[in-house]
C-alpha cells in the first residue's frame, strides 16, 4: 500500500464503509495490531502518523489551512509484522470538534476508532487543562454510546428507573474497558516542565494527576470529573507522552512540514523515542481473548457502523458474533467452494469406476476440506460458531458429494444407454427374417446359419459396448439394455414372425436328428476307437511286460558279461604272466641247452679223440708189450699208459660230467613238456572263450608291442617248437 486509504466515509447521514478498503484488509491473514490516532481537528495528528510510519513521503495527508483535512476514518497499511507477529495498520481518524461536524457525528467516529484499535493515540495541544478535559466529553459519553450486549439497554432503563444511574455507568465502564484498548495522550507543543509541587514528575504522573477528580462545585465542574472518571475507567492502560513543537518557523509549520528537513533535533527524537515506545505497547487487536486478522476487522467495523447508521447502539458482543458467523460463514464458503470446484476437477464419469472408488476419494477430499475450515477459522477455534459452521460444512459436504455421485450416475446412465442404442443399431443388423425370401429349405438354412451370426453379432455388440462405456453404469445399463432389446430382438426373432419360428424349429429338428445320428455315428466309431484303444493297450501292455523282461534280462547279462569280463582279464593277465614266465624259461633253456649241446659236441669230440687215442695208445702198448721187454721202454711206456690212464680217468671225468650234463638236459626237458602241457591247456581254456575275448586277449596295444600269442611263439621259436610242444 502505497498510501492511506479512506475505510469510513460520511455519506449525508451515514457512514459508509469503503469496499477497497475492505476488500484490502480481508486480504490480511496475520493478525493485526492497529495504531489510531484521535484528537482534536488540526492538532497534527496526520502528521504524527506519518512521523510514526517512517514513510518517505507522507502516507496520510496534512493540510495546512483551518479546514479539516482529514475525513472519516483512513487506513495505511505498512505491511510490517511486529514482533508480536501482529500486521502494524494505522488509522487516521477525523479530527474531533471540527466545525462542520457535529457532535453526534464527532462521537462515532471516535468510538470506531476506539472500537477497532488495539493501540489509541489521543492527540492533544498543550496541557491536560480544563479545556482540555472539557474536549474530552465525548469519552465520558461512550459508555452510554457503546454497549457491551443487547441485555445491557434494558438494564440501563430500569436502572435509571431505580435511580442508580451514576453508579452503574461506572460499573458499566469498568465492562466496557475490558474490551478498549491501550491509550496514549500525546501532548503536542509540550512546552512546559513537568513538575510537581517542585519536584519533577513523568509525563504518565502528569496525566494521572490531571485525571484526579477535582473538588469543587458547580455543574461544569461535575462534568469536568465525569470526564476524567470515564477515562478513568474506560483506558485502564494509560500512558502520556510530550512533544515539542516540532519546528520554530511559523511559516513552515503552515506550509506544512517537511519530515526530513524541517524538524527540529529535539523534536525528532522526541518522535523516534515515541515511535519505539508505541511499538513495543502496541498489542495484537483482541475482541474476546480472540486475535483478529483482516476479514475479522472488516466485519467488526461493518457491524459497528451499520448499527451506527440504523441508529442503535454498537453493541460489541453482538457485532463479534457477527464477526465470527462472518468469518465462519467466509471459511465455511471457501472451503465448500473448493470442495466442489476439487470434485468438479477431479472427479467425472471418466474415471471414477464405482461408488466405492467415489467414496474413497471423497473420503480424502473431505478431510482437506475440514482441514481447510479448521487453518481458516483456527483465530476463533472453542466458539460455538465454529462448532455449528464445522458441522454445517459436514452436512454440505455429504449432501453435495450424494448430489454429485447422482450426478454422475445420470450422467453416465445417459451417456451408457445412447452408446447402447448405437453400438447395438451398428452391431445387430435390423429386420434380419423379414428381409429373408425364398423356400422353405432355404430358410431353413439361412436360420441354421443365423444363430452364429447372432452371437457373433452380440459379442461384437457386447465388445463394442465395453470398450466405450464408462464403468460407473456399464453394467446396470447393459442389463437393463439386454433385458429390454434382447427381448425385443428375440421376439423379433423368434416370436413375432411365427411361420419363421416353425421353420426355424422344423430346420432345428431337423438339425437335431441329423446331429443325433451324427452323435449315435460318433458313438458307434467311438466305441470302436475305444476297443482298439483298448486292445492297444493290452499290446502295449504285453510289449511293455517283454521289453521289461528284456531290460531285466539285458541288465543281468551285462551283469553277467561285466564279471566275464572281469574274469577274463584276470585271465589274460594271468596268461600273460604265463606267457612271460614260459618266454623267459624258454629263452633260459634255449640259452643252456646251445651250452650242453656245445659242450656235449666238444666233450664227444673229446671222448672220440681220446678213444681215438687210447685206441692208438693200446694198440701202441700193445705193440710195445708185443714188442717188447725193454723194462726202460716199458718203464717209458708205462708212464704214457700212466699219462695215458690219468687221461683216460680225466674222459671219464668228461664222461661223468657230460652224464650230468644230459640228465640235466633230460630234466629241463621234462620241465618244458611240463610247461607245454600247462600251456596247452592254457591254449585249450583260451579257445573255449568266445572269439571276441580271444581276439581281446591276444590283441596287440598294450604298449609292450606284443602281438598275437600264435604269433609271438612262432616268432620267436618257430612253428616247429611250438608245434612239437602242443604235439
Ligand atoms: N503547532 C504544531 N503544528 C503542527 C504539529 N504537527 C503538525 N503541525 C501542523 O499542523 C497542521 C495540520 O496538520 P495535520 O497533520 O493535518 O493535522 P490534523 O490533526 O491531521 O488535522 P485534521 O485532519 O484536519 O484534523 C499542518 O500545517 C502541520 O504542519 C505540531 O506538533 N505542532
Ligand atoms: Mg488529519
Same mark, same amino acid.
Given at each position: 500500500?502505497e498510501s ?6 460520511q455519506?449525508?447521514e451515514?457512514?459508509?464503509?469503503n469496499?477497497e ?5 480481508a ?9 489510531a490516532?484521535?484528537g482534536?481537528?488540526r492538532?497534527g495528528k ?8 517512517q514513510v518517505e513521503?507522507p502516507?496520510f ?7 479539516a483535512c482529514?475525513?472519516g476514518?483512513w487506513?495505511?497499511?505498512t505491511?510490517k509484522?511486529?514482533?508480536n507477529?501482529g ?5 487516521d481518524s477525523?479530527g474531533?470538534?471540527s466545525?462542520?461536524q457535529d457532535?453526534?457525528?464527532d462521537a462515532?467516529i ?9 493501540? *489509541?493515540i489521543?492527540?492533544?495541544?498543550g496541557v491536560i487543562?480544563e479545556?482540555a478535559?472539557?474536549?474530552?466529553f465525548?469519552?465520558s459519553e461512550l ?16 436502572k435509571v428507573?431505580d435511580g442508580?444511574?451514576k453508579?452503574d455507568t461506572d460499573?458499566n465502564?469498568?465492562k466496557?474497558a475490558?474490551?478498549?484498548?491501550r491509550?496514549?495522550f500525546c501532548l503536542?507543543?509540550f512546552v512546559?516542565?513537568l513538575?510537581h509541587?517542585?519536584?519533577?514528575i513523568?509525563?504518565?504522573?502528569y ?11 458547580g455543574r461544569?465542574?461535575d462534568?469536568? $470529573?465525569?470526564t ?5 475507567n474506560?483506558f485502564?492502560d494509560?500512558?502520556?507522552y510530550t512533544?515539542?513543537?516540532?519546528c520554530n518557523?511559523?511559516n513552515?509549520?503552515?506550509?506544512g512540514?517537511?519530515?526530513s +528537513?524541517d524538524l527540529?533535533p529535539d523534536f525528532i527524537?522526541?518522535l523516534?523515542t515515541?515511535?519505539s515506545?508505541?511499538?513495543?505497547a502496541?498489542?495484537l ?6 486475535n483478529?486478522?483482516g476479514?475479522?476487522?472488516v466485519s467488526l467495523?461493518?457491524?459497528y ?8 447502539l ?6 463479534? @458474533?457477527q ?10 464458503e ?5 470442495f466442489?470446484?476439487i470434485?468438479k476437477?477431479?472427479?467425472?464419469i471418466?474415471n471414477?469406476a464405482?461408488v ?8 480424502q477430499?473431505?478431510n482437506?476440506?475440514l482441514n481447510?475450515f479448521?487453518?481458516s ?5 472453542? !466458539?460455538?460458531?465454529?462448532t455449528?459452521?464445522r458441522?454445517?460444512l459436514v452436512?454440505s459436504?455429504d449432501?453435495?458429494?450424494?448430489n *454429485?455421485?447422482?450426478s454422475?450416475?445420470f450422467?453416465s446412465?445417459e451417456q451408457c444407454q ?5 453400438v447395438?443399431?451398428?452391431?445387430i443388423?435390423q ?17 441354421v446359419v443365423?444363430?452364429d ?7 461384437t455388440f457386447? +465388445?463394442?459396448?465395453?470398450s466405450?462405456?464408462t ?6 445399463v447393459l442389463?437393463e439394455?439386454?433385458k429390454k432389446?434382447?427381448l425385443?430382438d428375440v421376439?423379433?426373432k *423368434?416370436e413375432?414372425?411365427?411361420?419363421i419360428?416353425?421353420? $426355424?424349429? @422344423?430346420t432345428?429338428?431337423?438339425a437335431i436328428?441329423r446331429?443325433?445320428n451324427?452323435i449315435s @455315428? ?7 476307437e475305444i476297443?482298439r ?6 499290446t502295449t501292455?504285453?510289449a511293455v511286460g ?5 531290460l531285466?534280462n ?8 561285466n564279471a566275464?569280463?572281469?574274469?577274463e582279464?584276470?585271465k589274460?593277465?594271468e596268461a600273460?604272466?604265463l606267457?612271460?614266465?614260459s618266454?623267459?624259461l624258454?629263452?633260459?633253456?634255449k640259452t ?6 656245445d659242450?656235449i ?8 679223440n681220446?678213444?681215438m687215442?687210447?685206441?692208438h695208445y693200446k694198440?701202441?702198448?700193445?705193440s710195445l708189450?708185443k714188442a717188447k721187454e725193454?723194462?726202460?721202454?716199458? +718203464?717209458?711206456i708205462?708212464?704214457d699208459?700212466?699219462e695215458?690212464?690219468?687221461?683216460i680217468?680225466v674222459?671219464?671225468?668228461s664222461?661223468?660230467?657230460l652224464?650230468?650234463v !644230459?640228465?640235466?638236459l633230460?630234466?629241463?626237458?621234462d620241465?618244458?613238456?611240463a610247461m607245454?602241457?600247462k600251456?596247452q591247456?592254457?591254449m ?7 572269439e571276441?575275448?580271444?581276439?581281446v586277449l591276444f590283441r596287440?596295444?598294450d604298449?609292450?608291442g ?14 616247429s617248437?611250438f608245434s +612239437?610242444?602242443f604235439?
Amino acid at each position: 500500500m502505497e498510501s492511506a486509504i479512506p475505510l469510513l466515509q460520511q455519506h449525508g447521514e451515514n457512514i459508509v464503509v469503503n469496499e477497497e478498503a475492505c476488500k484490502h484488509l480481508a486480504s490480511i491473514k496475520e493478525n493485526l495490531v492497529i495504531i489510531a490516532c484521535t484528537g482534536m481537528y488540526r492538532t497534527g495528528k496526520s502528521f504524527l502518523l506519518n512521523s510514526l510510519a517512517q514513510v518517505e513521503k507522507p502516507v496520510f495527508n496534512v493540510g495546512n489551512t483551518t479546514d479539516a483535512c482529514t475525513k472519516g476514518i483512513w487506513i495505511y497499511d505498512t505491511k510490517k509484522l511486529l514482533e508480536n507477529g501482529g500486521r502494524l495498520i494505522y488509522f487516521d481518524s477525523e479530527g474531533l470538534a471540527s466545525l462542520d461536524q457535529d457532535e453526534n457525528y464527532d462521537a462515532k467516529i471516535f468510538s470506531l476508532s476506539l472500537l477497532l484499535s488495539s493501540y *489509541f493515540i489521543l492527540n492533544t495541544m498543550g496541557v491536560i487543562d480544563e479545556g482540555a478535559i472539557d474536549r474530552l466529553f465525548l469519552v465520558s459519553e461512550l459508555s452510554k454510546r457503546i454497549l457491551i450486549e443487547k441485555d445491557q439497554v434494558e438494564n440501563e432503563n430500569s436502572k435509571v428507573k431505580d435511580g442508580k444511574d451514576k453508579k452503574d455507568t461506572d460499573d458499566n465502564s469498568i465492562k466496557l474497558a475490558r474490551h478498549f484498548p491501550r491509550i496514549l495522550f500525546c501532548l503536542r507543543d509540550f512546552v512546559l516542565s513537568l513538575e510537581h509541587n517542585g519536584k519533577p514528575i513523568t509525563p504518565d504522573v502528569y496525566l494521572e494527576n490531571a485525571l484526579e477528580s477535582r473538588t469543587g462545585k458547580g455543574r461544569r465542574v461535575d462534568e469536568r $470529573n465525569e470526564t476524567r472518571a470515564a477515562i478513568r475507567n474506560l483506558f485502564r492502560d494509560r500512558d502520556c507522552y510530550t512533544l515539542i513543537r516540532p519546528c520554530n518557523d511559523e511559516n513552515k509549520m503552515r506550509q506544512g512540514l517537511d519530515l526530513s +528537513s524541517d524538524l527540529r533535533p529535539d523534536f525528532i527524537q522526541q518522535l523516534d523515542t515515541l515511535r519505539s515506545r508505541v511499538l513495543d505497547a502496541a498489542p495484537l487487536k483482541r475482541v474476546d481473548g480472540t486475535n483478529i486478522n483482516g476479514a475479522m476487522l472488516v466485519s467488526l467495523t461493518k457491524a459497528y457502523v451499520n448499527a451506527m447508521n440504523a441508529n442503535v447502539l454498537p453493541e460489541i458482543k453482538s457485532a463479534w @458474533n457477527q464477526c465470527l458467523q462472518e468469518v465462519c460463514i467466509n471459511a465455511y464458503e471457501e472451503a465448500f467452494s473448493w470442495f466442489k470446484s476439487i470434485l468438479k476437477d477431479e472427479l467425472d464419469i471418466s474415471n471414477v469406476a464405482s461408488v466405492q472408488y467415489y467414496y474413497q476419494q471423497i473420503t480424502q477430499h473431505k478431510n482437506a476440506v475440514l482441514n481447510q475450515f479448521n487453518v481458516s477459522v483456527s483465530s476463533a477455534s472453542g !466458539k460455538s460458531q465454529v462448532t455449528t459452521y464445522r458441522k454445517k460444512l459436514v452436512e454440505s459436504v455429504d449432501e453435495y458429494t450424494d448430489n *454429485f455421485l447422482k450426478s454422475l450416475i445420470f450422467n453416465s446412465k445417459e451417456q451408457c444407454q445412447s452408446l447402447a442404442a448405437k453400438v447395438w443399431k451398428d452391431a445387430i443388423p435390423q429386420n434380419v427374417h423379414t428381409q429373408s425370401k425364398g423356400d422353405t429349405a432355404d430358410k431353413s438354412k439361412e436360420n441354421v446359419v443365423e444363430y452364429d451370426v447372432i452371437l457373433s453379432n452380440y459379442v461384437t455388440f457386447l +465388445s463394442n459396448y465395453d470398450s466405450e462405456a464408462t464403468l460407473l453404469c456399464r453394467d446396470i445399463v447393459l442389463i437393463e439394455f439386454l433385458k429390454k432389446m434382447v427381448l425385443e430382438d428375440v421376439g423379433n426373432k *423368434f416370436e413375432k414372425n411365427n411361420y419363421i419360428n416353425t421353420l $426355424n424349429i @422344423n430346420t432345428l429338428n431337423a438339425a437335431i436328428r441329423r446331429k443325433e445320428n451324427d452323435i449315435s @455315428n460318433l458313438n458307434t466309431s467311438l466305441e470302436r476307437e475305444i476297443k482298439r484303444g483298448k486292445e492297444q493297450q493290452e499290446t502295449t501292455k504285453k510289449a511293455v511286460g517283454v521289453l521289461e523282461r528284456r531290460l531285466l534280462n539285458a541288465e543281468e547279462q551285462k551283469k553277467t558279461v561285466n564279471a566275464l569280463l572281469k574274469e577274463e582279464v584276470r585271465k589274460r593277465e594271468e596268461a600273460l604272466s604265463l606267457r612271460r614266465d614260459s618266454q623267459r624259461l624258454l629263452s633260459e633253456e634255449k640259452t643252456k641247452s646251445k651250452g650242453l649241446e656245445d659242450s656235449i659236441r666238444s666233450f664227444k669230440n673229446e671222448i672220440d679223440n681220446l678213444q681215438m687215442k687210447f685206441v692208438h695208445y693200446k694198440r701202441e702198448v700193445d705193440s710195445l708189450v708185443k714188442a717188447k721187454e725193454d723194462e726202460h721202454i716199458t +718203464s717209458l711206456i708205462l708212464n704214457d699208459i700212466v699219462e695215458q690212464v690219468v687221461l683216460i680217468q680225466v674222459a671219464e671225468k668228461s664222461n661223468a660230467t657230460l652224464q650230468k650234463v !644230459k640228465d640235466e638236459l633230460s630234466r629241463s626237458m621234462d620241465e618244458r613238456s611240463a610247461m607245454a602241457i600247462k600251456l596247452q591247456d592254457l591254449m585249450v581254456k583260451i579257445s573255449s572263450l568266445p572269439e571276441i575275448y580271444q581276439r581281446v586277449l591276444f590283441r596287440s596295444g598294450d604298449g609292450e608291442g606284443v602281438g598275437d600269442f600264435y604269433d609271438q611263439v612262432a616268432d620267436e621259436d618257430g612253428t616247429s617248437m611250438f608245434s +612239437s610242444w602242443f604235439s
